[in-house]
């Protein structure tokens, strides 16, 4: 259903998730996310607290869905920063989805800092039933 295609990029991450490196050691992953199959369609979900619905855009280009998002900083003149620790700017992750999934009827939904992503299983890779014919029995209905 998902396709991981960048060892490296992988290796970085576990690299940083196991030694850390100076600076990062209590800071999260910038979009973390959750992906399952239920049923006929394939979730995912982005954490994405702090971002407003209007700073997220999706893209779809063959089979590689983009996400990116924006985490703004406080605009109001008035405000004298004490601490900043939550990462902000632009924030993008790229899954590569596999020929299974219909990536034209992909839904989206962001609720309470969350992102969810439902993308149908294509019609192609149901299991479905054919047909046998034969000259002296007729036909027979068998699972594919």
Known sequence: MLMRTDPFRELDRLTQQVFGTPGTWSRPTAM????????EEFVVCFDLPGVTPDAIELD???????????RRPVTDDNVEMQ????PLGVFSRQLFLGDTLDTDRIKANYDSGVLTLRIPI??????????????DTGRKEIDA
């Open 60 to 70: 779809v280009e063959r089979n590689v869905l983009t996400v990116k998002a924006e």
């Open 122 to 135: 294509a019609e192609k890779a149901k299991p479905r039933k054919i047909e046998i014919g034969s000259a």
């Open 83 to 86: 601490v900043s620790e939550r």
């Open 32 to 39: 973390p996310m959750d992906a399952y199959r239920a049923g």
